[in-house]
């Protein structure tokens, strides 16, 4: 089935700095979406990348879709202490199966 | 109104024990999943029904069972629990390929 390696597996940053996951695989992937889960939540839908090169914004962060459509990114500018959570890409296969990243632990000192 | 709720928030319980968790959705949506989420935070895909259908099933020992009574329900029932059981059990629904939506989870400890 569909694998995706997920770096850096943990991320510790100053209130204010930026922050950067990738996610990458060694296959065509049609979709990749991202999820965040605050501690002790549950896992957040983020948003859904399916075309090539794709670039999406939400406020401070910023999801790109590479042209191969075999890595993807999710950037943070200017971190705050509400971003602090496990960031997971998740790509689509068969069946509406979702095969998660195993995540990107982002701590935010203030 | 709470999208997929599921109970019970907390179980503990001894190993050998038989016990069920429940998840219901009020999307309107077809297909539902159970995950399991372990100590180290990785997510895996247990099952899924479509329509009440089972379309998805990991590889998982016989001792774990989901039922579907209809499209807003998917429950789990766990046979013989053991140690290993010991995570956080979400559940989650989509329609067709689009954004899942995840229950608050259950949290199971095995003594």
């Known amino acids: 089935g569909q694998q995706v390696m997920q770096i850096p597996q943990y991320q510790h940053v100053q209130e204010g700095e930026d922050f950067t996951t990738y996610c990458n695989s060694s296959?065509?992937?049609?979709?990749i979406q991202w999820y965040k889960q605050r501690p002790g939540g549950h896992p957040v839908f983020l948003i859904q990348l399916v075309k090539s090169g794709e670039v999406k914004k939400q406020k401070r962060l910023t999801f790109q879709f590479g042209e191969a459509k075999k890595n993807s990114s999710l950037h943070i500018t200017a971190t705050q202490t509400t971003d602090v959570g496990t960031y997971f890409c998740a790509v689509g296969g068969s069946n509406y199966k979702l095969t998660f990243g195993k995540g990107t632990l982002l701590t935010v000192n203030p | 109104d709470t999208a997929v709720s599921q109970t019970p928030k907390y179980l503990v319980t001894q190993m050998g024990n038989d016990k069920s968790i429940k998840c219901e959705q009020n999307?309107?949506?077809?297909?539902m999943y159970w995950y399991k989420q372990d100590s180290k935070k990785f997510l895996k895909i247990m099952f899924s029904?479509?329509?009440?259908?089972?379309?998805i099933n990991e590889t998982v020992p016989n001792r774990f069972s989901p039922k579907s009574p209809d499209k807003a329900h998917l429950n789990l029932h766990i046979n013989s629990l053991e140690l290993g059981d010991s995570a956080v059990y979400f559940c989650a629904s989509s329609q067709v390929t689009g954004e899942q939506f995840f229950g608050p989870g259950t949290r199971l400890t095995v003594l």
């Open positions: 999307l309107g949506h077809d297909t």
């Open positions: 296959t065509t992937l049609s979709n």
């Open positions: 029904y479509n329509n009440k259908e089972l379309i």
